[in-house]
Nanobody, 124 residues
Framework: QVQLGESGGGLVQAGGSLRLSCQAS????????MGWFRQAPGKDREFVAR????????YYTDSVKGRFTISRDNAKNTVYLQMNSLKPEDTAVYYC?????????????????WGQGTQVTVSS
C-alpha cells in the first residue's frame, strides 16, 4: 500500500520561508514522478511543481517560479518543496502526489497517489 505523508507546513509572515517534505512509503520511489499541488478555500486544486524520477527535470507554475524549488532524495524516499519569499496568496493546503505514468503531467487526475496535505498560512 502506497502512502504519502507531508510535513513542514505552518504559519509564516509574508517574505518568509518554509520547507515542505513528503515521505513516501513506496518501494520503488525512483519509478515515480512527484508533484506538489495546493488548494485554497473555495478554489480548485492547482499544480505547483513537479520533478521527474531522477530529479534532473523540474517544472513550476508561473506564480512560484524563482521562489519555490522542488527536489527529491530517492535514497530517503522523500520529495521537498522549498518555498521562499512567501506571499499571502500562497496560503493553501499543500499536497504531494506520485505519478507512475511518465507523462510529466501537471493535471491532478493523472496522479496515482496523494498525501493528506499540510496547511501553509502566510500572513500579511
Amino acid at each position: 500500500q502506497v502512502q504519502l505523508g507531508e510535513s513542514g507546513g505552518g504559519l509564516v509572515q509574508a517574505g518568509g520561508s518554509l520547507r515542505l517534505s513528503c515521505q513516501a512509503s513506496i518501494r520503488t520511489f525512483s519509478s515515480y514522478d512527484m508533484g506538489w499541488f495546493r488548494q485554497a478555500p473555495g478554489k480548485d486544486r492547482e499544480f505547483v511543481a513537479r520533478i521527474n524520477r531522477s530529479g534532473s527535470d523540474t517544472y513550476y507554475t508561473d506564480s512560484v517560479k524563482g521562489r519555490f524549488t522542488i527536489s527529491r532524495d530517492n535514497a530517503k524516499n522523500t520529495v521537498y518543496l522549498q518555498m521562499n519569499s512567501l506571499k499571502p496568496e500562497d496560503t493553501a493546503v499543500y499536497y504531494c502526489a506520485a505519478d507512475r505514468s511518465s507523462l510529466l503531467t501537471t493535471t491532478p487526475r493523472d496522479y496515482d497517489y496523494w498525501g493528506q496535505g499540510t496547511q501553509v498560512t502566510v500572513s500579511s
